[in-house]
């Protein structure tokens, strides 16, 4: 098993993108703010082996990065 966390360590950038983002998914709201600052608090006792991304980086990074995480870890 393979774990991959995607951060964005930009609180800025976060926090825009959470407020502009819509995916219009029945029984999913959109998370607020503070949902996500909760969340961060949670994961940061996360102890398992894991790949963590940032979505600052460039995309093509983070498609390449977790592709060759996998590819090792199979």
Known sequence: M???EVVCS???LHRR???G??????GFPEPAWEAVERRREELAAWADA??????????SLSVETPLR?????A
Not at 50 to 59: A, K, P, Q, T
Not at 69 to 73: G, Q
Request: glycine share 0%.
């Open 21 to 26: 983002r819509s995916r219009e998914i029945e």
């Open 10 to 12: 930009d609180p800025v």
């Open 50 to 59: 894991r790949l963590v991304l940032d979505s600052v980086n460039d995309l």
């Open 17 to 19: 993108r959470l407020a």
């Open 69 to 73: 995480f996998l590819s090792a870890t």
């Open 2 to 4: 393979a774990f991959i």
